[in-house]
C-alpha cells in the first residue's frame, strides 16, 4: 500500500489517508522496523557470542579445537536466534503499522466530526451537513469492518505468540532470581527479560491507542445525537 502511495501509483485518500498523515505512517514505519533490524542484529550477535562462552565453559574438550559437530551446532543455533527474532520483531513491527495506521483513519474522523458539532448556542442543521454526517457513519464502518478482519488473524496471532512470550519472560525471570548462574547466563537471561518486556508493552501500547480514538470517536458520536436529534435517521 504505502509503496503504492509514494511511486504516485495510488493516492492516498484511497486507503483514507491524507498525504500528510501517509507521511507520518512512512515514518513511522521506517523507524519501527529499523528498530527491529538493529534488534535482530544484535541478537544474532549476542547469540554467537553466547555459544562460544558455553563452550568454553561447559566443554571439557580442548578449546582450541573446531570439530565439524561444533560447526553444525553453532549454525543451528544462530539461524534459529535469527528466525525467532525476526518472527517477534517483525511481526511486531507489522502490528504496530496496521494499528497506526488504524489510528490516523479513526483520528481523520473524529477531526471531521469536531469541526462538524456546532456551539449549542448556534445550532444549524441542514442537508448538506446531515449528509457529511452519514458519510462519517460510512467511513467508522468502513474502518470497524477493517478491524474486523485484520483480527480474524492478528487475534489468534497475539493470544499464543504473546501468552508464550509471556511464559518465556517469567521463566528466565525464575532462573534469573532464584538460580545460581553463571555471569553469561545472568546477562543474557537479563537481556531476554528487557527484550520480550519491551515487545509485549509495545504490541499493548498499539492497541490500546486505537481503543483510545475509538473512545474519542464514541464521545463525538454521543454529543451528535444530542444536537442533531432523529435527524441522523
Known amino acids: ?5 509514494y511511486k504516485g501509483e495510488k493516492d492516498p485518500q484511497e486507503f483514507g489517508l491524507t498525504v500528510k498523515a501517509a507521511k507520518l505512517l512512512s515514518q513511522r514505519i521506517r523507524r519501527s ?12 550477535m549476542l547469540a554467537m557470542f ?23 551446532w553453532f549454525l ?10 525476526s518472527y517477534m520483531w517483525f511481526s511486531a513491527s507489522l502490528f504496530d503499522a496496521i494499528c497506526f495506521y488504524l489510528q490516523l483513519r479513526f483520528k481523520k ?4 466530526m469536531e469541526q462538524l458539532i456546532p456551539a449549542e448556542s448556534n445550532i444549524v442543521t ?4 446531515i449528509q457529511v454526517w452519514r458519510s462519517i457513519l460510512v467511513e467508522h464502518n468502513h474502518i470497524c469492518y477493517k478491524i474486523h478482519q485484520y483480527n480474524k488473524f492478528w487475534s489468534r496471532y497475539i493470544l ?33 527479560i528487557f527484550e ?20 474519542v470517536w464514541l464521545v463525538h458520536l454521543l454529543s451528535s445525537f444530542f444536537t442533531f436529534g432523529y435527524k441522523l435517521n
Not at 500500500?1 to 502511495?5: A, E, G, N, P, V
Not at 519491551?198 to 480514538?213: I, W
Request: net charge neutral; hydrophobic share 50%; aromatic share 18%.
Open 196 to 215: 520480550l518486556g519491551y515487545l509485549l508493552c509495545k504490541v499493548f501500547n498499539c492497541g490500546s491507542s486505537v481503543s483510545e480514538e475509538v473512545s
Open 109 to 112: 474522523v473524529n477531526l471531521e
Open 76 to 85: 543451528v543455533y544462530v539461524i534459529s536466534t535469527l528466525y525467532s527474532s
Open 33 to 44: 522496523f529499523l528498530v527491529s533490524r538493529i534488534m535482530i542484529f544484535t541478537r544474532s
Open 126 to 129: 441542514t442537508a448538506k451537513d
Open 160 to 192: 499464543w505468540s504473546y501468552l508464550f512470550l509471556a511464559t518465556c519472560m517469567l521463566f528466565a525471570l525464575y532462573e534469573l532470581l532464584y538460580v545460581q548462574q553463571s555471569a553469561v547466563m545472568i546477562k543474557l537471561f537479563s537481556w531476554f
Open 50 to 72: 553466547v555459544f562460544v562462552a558455553l563452550h568454553r565453559i561447559y566443554d571439557d574438550a580442548d578449546n582450541s579445537k573446531i570439530s565439524p559437530k561444533l560447526i553444525f
Open 1 to 5: 500500500m504505502f509503496t503504492q502511495i
